[in-house]
């Protein structure tokens, strides 16, 4: 168990809808990352929050946004879904910089 | 921009033997991590190993150590002694000191066969 809790595990829904993805980080982790997960692309650093405030942005899309919030829970919303972002969204959290980052389970997000 | 390589897309082992995954990696920085991290079927993320470049000395986590070639930016994993339980995707990843964000390799496919 690496400490980082995602929910909902599964995600099923249509296109041109909108879904939440939620992260709580280990404790005492200040800084969540999120990646999306797919077949052609592999492994992609989305967005990366330190202590509530965006710190570093990656290959996320303008539908997609983030935040994380005082209690250190982070959200990542998807709208405007199409077939192309059916996709694994794992987030992450770490300590410090250079420090490993420790992933969640994931959220397996599935556009019908 | 940094870039991670895994050359072996697929790569087959017997229990109990000795297997060897290839990474390597450019940059340009002078400070960086790198690590390799371990995708089970059950699809979670599993931290292997982690090498901090300004250490020669190779890390090692029980079955799992590392050699990395600093000058030929190369960063293997060995696995001795393969259980049924190291079957996994195996991806190779790296972080610049002023960076925190991952970049990831495409991964190997280990079997491990009985």
């Known amino acids: 168990d690496s400490g980082v809790t995602q929910t909902p595990k599964h995600l099923i829904t249509a296109t041109g809808q909108r879904v939440t993805l939620r992260c709580s980080p280990r404790s005492g982790d200040l800084s969540v990352y999120w990646y999306q997960q797919s077949l052609d692309q592999g492994l992609q650093f989305l967005i990366q929050y330190y202590n509530g405030e965006e710190r570093a942005k990656g290959n996320i899309l303008e539908r997609f946004s983030a935040q994380q919030f005082p209690d250190l829970h982070s959200e990542l919303n998807l709208s405007s879904l199409e077939l192309g972002d059916s996709a694994l969204y794992f987030c992450a959290s770490s300590r410090d910089r250079g420090q490993p980052q420790h992933f969640g389970d994931g959220t397996r997000l599935s556009i019908l | 921009a940094q870039t991670v390589t895994q050359s072996q897309p697929e790569m087959s082992v017997q229990e109990a033997e000795t297997v060897t995954l290839s990474c390597t990696y450019d940059?340009?920085?002078?400070?960086?991590?790198l690590f390799w991290y371990k995708q089970p079927p059950s699809r979670q993320m599993i931290l292997v190993i982690r090498?901090?470049?300004?250490?020669?000395q190779n890390a090692t986590e029980n079955r799992f150590s590392v050699n990395f070639q600093k000058a030929a930016k190369s960063f293997s994993l060995k696995i001795s002694d393969s259980q049924l339980g190291d079957t996994a995707m195996y991806f190779c990843?790296?972080?610049?000191?002023?960076?925190?964000?991952?970049?990831f390799g495409k991964g190997t496919k280990l079997t491990v066969n009985p």
């Open positions: 990843a790296f972080m610049t000191g002023g960076s925190e964000k991952l970049v």
């Open positions: 940059t340009s920085e002078s400070n960086y991590y």
């Open positions: 090498q901090e470049a300004y250490k020669q």
